[in-house]
């Protein structure tokens, strides 16, 4: 069987993923809160291909955010507005000797609902693109958008997230999956693979389940979370992140300055 990074890097550069339109909703857990979830899917659910061949059984997922000067994305989500949409390059490897592809993202958000929509680029491109703001050739719509974005909306790198992802598939037949993401953190950075970074931890004694569907949730699940008492939280990363990591930006009470 292939290593985590053989399969990782077995995508081609330019190839395009798009997942359809579906639910994400998420809740915070303690560590004990945890174990007891984790241990009540086992029946229903399995370890997917990546956190299997993963060490540790979980697998690092690093991304570098993009937003505008005065941090319209960061402000849009704050106000809970229904339709917005962010831009990310994602890597799945610990370092830039082991990289060799990395994923170009934009998430959609409209009202409940949310679709991801993806390329693969090399990491030659992905230098490239960070050097000259252009992609040497056209791969499609994903990148036609994120040159707009960065050429028209002047969206720059502002932040770095990272975490170790615990991911879990259905046994039988189905669309859902739950992660458990753990040690989340996140720098200010403006590249993938900084020289110097400092990661600053998020709540580091929890961990965040996130629960993935397109249509219903499967009756079991949504007994489990009664029975557990999970409470559904506004749980975005990249704010949380900004927060942390972006000391310039200052938000009593909702107000958002930056400064």
Known sequence: MANLKES????????QI???????????LNHFQYLKIRNAIRPYMQMDTYTQMAPHNRYVVRSLYF????YRAYTQ???????RVKFRIRTYQ???AETEMVRVEMKLRQGDRCSKKSMFVSLEE???FKQTRHWRESYGPISIEFERAVLTRHIAPVVLVEYDREGYQPRLPGDLRVTFDHHLRSAHADSLFPTHSFFQPHMPANVTMEVKFKDTLPRWMSQLVRSHGLKVIANSKYTQSIQIARHDLYHPENAILVR
Do not use: A, P, V, W
């Not at 997942?19 to 998420?26: A, C, P, T, V, W």
């Not at 989500?77 to 339709?83: S, T």
């Open 18 to 28: 798009d997942n359809d339109s579906r639910y994400e909703i998420k809740y915070r």
């Open 94 to 96: 610990r370092s830039l």
């Open 126 to 128: 992905y230098t490239h």
């Open 8 to 15: 990782f890097q077995q995508m081609t550069s330019g190839q």
């Open 67 to 70: 937003d505008t000067h005065d």
């Open 77 to 83: 989500k704050m106000n809970g507005d229904c339709e």
